[in-house]
């Protein structure tokens, strides 16, 4: 993920989601946020339907821990490069990091309290005013993960799993909680009732920043140790990117 791109269709997030004050008018406040940002996303992929091969296929990223806005849109825009800048739409979900490597801690607080905002996005999204995706995947990075498991977990007690039906969910090196990540795999890959059409998990046994969130996190098993031994609805080093030539870090992650 650390090529950088300059993309053609690239829709830049306009608000940074940061639900830190954790208040009522706070909330409200998110919502708004969350309103306004979809809204703005529907009226640019319209504007752009005359140019893409398909206006209707929105690939959406989420940023892991310590990433800056400008790193966040670096990684979407060459996501948007590889998948084909005219097939699909790109946005990324922009919550707020401390971009710091002393506060991963204030992170994954912050990725915690996300969750219910991006199950909202998502639900707005979904929604048939101004412009009606047809195709919303997701890719999610490092601590991202836990934005994405969360919110799937949201999703599951309030019965709203709908808003991720028929996505492929990309898993890229995820800085999550082993037995809540499976737990949310399974609910949207159920073999009677699969939600998602594909979960593919991306990981490196030799990433070092994995690891050291491990120990971060005392007794809590960090996802990317589940999958080699298999979740049957996991695919490892699937296909489904093979496109694209992950650019390694010296951490590789």
């Given amino acids: 993920l650390q090529q950088m791109a300059q993309p053609k269709v690239y829709i830049e997030p306009k608000n940074q989601i940061n639900p830190n004050h954790d208040n009522d008018e706070d909330h409200e406040y998110l ?49 948007d490069s590889k998948l084909g800048t005219d097939r699909v739409i790109t946005t990324a979900f922009n919550w ?37 995706f047809k195709k919303v995947d997701i890719v999610a990075h490092s601590m991202g993960n836990h934005i994405l498991v969360k919110s799937i977990i949201h ?10 039906q028929a996505s492929n969910i990309i898993a890229v090196a995820p800085d999550a909680e082993k037995e809540e990540y499976m737990a949310a795999a399974n609910h949207l890959t159920n073999d009677d009732n699969p939600i998602v059409s594909k979960w593919v998990h991306y990981w490196n046994s030799w990433d070092l920043p994995l690891v050291t969130s491990k120990f971060a996190n005392a007794k809590l098993s960090k996802a990317k140790l589940s999958v080699r031994a298999g979740a049957e609805h996991i695919n490892t080093w699937s296909d489904y990117f093979q496109s694209i030539k992950w650019e390694k870090s010296l951490l590789a992650h």
């Fill in 155 to 164: 999703c599951y007690k309030n019965k709203k799993l709908n808003v991720f």
């Fill in 31 to 79: 919502k708004g946020q969350i309103t306004d940002e979809v809204s703005n996303l529907k009226k640019q992929s319209k504007r752009l339907k005359s140019s893409l091969t398909n206006h209707e296929h929105l690939v959406i990223f989420i940023h892991g821990f310590n990433n800056s806005e400008l790193q966040m849109h670096e990684r979407a825009g060459y996501l």
């Fill in 96 to 132: 707020s990091s401390y971009c710091s490597v002393l506060k991963y801690s204030k992170d994954q607080k912050t990725a915690t309290k996300c969750a219910r905002y991006f199950a909202l996005y998502l639900e707005e999204i979904r929604k048939n005013e101004i412009h009606v």
